[in-house]
């Protein structure tokens, strides 16, 4: 149970704190480069989704090697994604709040009850969604590495 707790509240702090550090980033870009808003916009959803999905396909794959039978079932991805992914959009939603309070950064000035809703929301989604389809591949891919591991050359009896 402990290293599950472990587990998620890692994912949970480090993607909350990507997901602020590149709202920083972002608002700092859109006060001196507002042209260049749309761009900036998606290269940071961009960094979040790949950060997701990167460390979902980590998840997927161990899990898979750990547990090779998927009927046997293996690790609960689903929750312990689920539980960082909330953790991870309420803690960002309060520091966003929090630092858009100090006069140098700029986030937009949107209020708690935004934060905590629409933009706490919106998080979960851009962490959630993302590993569990990391989660997907990096067990699909353990099982065909299992799969052709575990095969025979062509005509050769196994």
Known sequence: MVIDMNSWVLRAV????????LRVVLGFGMVYWPTHGNWMRILCLVALVVAGVLWGLLDGRADRRANPD????GEDLTMRWLKAAVVGALGSALASW????VPSIDLGDNGALF????GAAFIV???????????????FL???EQRKAGSSPVGVPA
């Open 115 to 118: 934060e905590f809703t629409a």
């Open 70 to 73: 998927p009927e046997r079932g």
């Open 142 to 144: 353990a099982g065909r």
């Open 98 to 101: 929090l630092l858009d309070f």
């Open 14 to 21: 480090v993607l909350g704190a990507l997901a602020v550090g």
């Open 125 to 139: 989604l851009m962490i959630f969604i993302p590993a569990m389809v990391g989660v997907a591949v990096g067990r």
